[in-house]
């Protein structure tokens, strides 16, 4: 059973676009949502992250809104540039529980932003 | 350079002959970790370790091993390899636990003929 569930799993947009990615979540457990973005051959890196106490949380171009009710977040990328093009993982784990320790991650988007 | 290492970068083997892929972290992090990363299924983790002999399972530990002897050090072991553990291993690291900013090593591809 998927944790989370990311899409669309590909994304084109014109340099310049906003490209929005989307990821939903069942357990409510789950209290902290990273998103982390990763360049052909490297290893993923930490891009933003947002805690359920808040609904949007913006770092310079990039925004993560935050729906709790809805179990649902997204990933904005305002004014996107080539240099953006990237998979982005959406994931998500918990302080606590059974499930200390774990992180989930979504499938992954791959984006491709045209100059 | 605070970092992740992870060796060897790129492995061919064949089935049923035993493997280790290290993974050392400089960071003095309590927390580490190891993924898989296939098309399509994105990153899946394997096993964790939230400090110095303490580890546990992640979403597909079969086929693996790990131990956590030292801090610094995160081995993955494949006692066994099968071909359907073809795939992109990364391992990570972090301050306390997976809520805080993880740092990725550079990957490991490991291609089981």
């Known amino acids: 059973q998927q944790q989370v569930k990311q899409s669309p799993q590909s994304l084109i947009v014109q340099k310049g676009g906003i490209p929005i990615i989307n990821c939903a979540y069942e357990?409510?457990?789950?209290?902290?949502f990273p998103w982390y973005q990763q360049f052909p051959g490297k290893g993923p890196a930490l891009l933003i992250a947002i805690r359920p106490d808040v609904s949007e949380k913006k770092e310079g171009r990039f925004t993560i809104s935050f729906n709790k009710s809805a179990k649902q977040f997204s990933l904005h990328i305002m004014d996107s540039q080539p240099g953006d093009s990237a998979t982005y993982f959406c994931?998500?784990?918990?302080?606590?529980?059974?499930?200390?320790?774990?992180?989930?991650f979504g499938r992954g988007t791959q984006l491709t932003v045209w100059p | 350079e605070a970092q992740v290492t992870q060796n060897p970068r790129y492995l061919i083997t064949v089935t049923g002959k035993k493997l280790t892929v290290t993974c050392s972290q400089n960071m003095n992090h309590e927390y580490m970790s190891w993924y898989r990363q296939d098309p399509g299924l994105g990153l899946r983790q394997i096993y964790y370790s939230m400090n110095v002999e303490v580890t546990d399972k992640g979403d597909v530990p079969e086929g693996y091993k790990v131990s956590r002897k030292e801090k610094r050090n995160f081995p993955l072991i494949l006692e066994s390899p099968s071909p359907n553990q073809t795939s992109l291993y990364f391992c990570?690291?972090?301050?306390?636990?997976?809520?805080?900013?993880?740092?990725f090593g550079p990957g490991t591809r490991l291609t089981v003929l």
């Open positions: 990570a690291s972090s301050v306390g636990g997976p809520y805080n900013e993880q740092f």
């Open positions: 357990n409510t457990a789950f209290d902290y």
């Open positions: 994931a998500a784990c918990s302080y606590r529980g059974s499930t200390l320790g774990r992180l989930y």
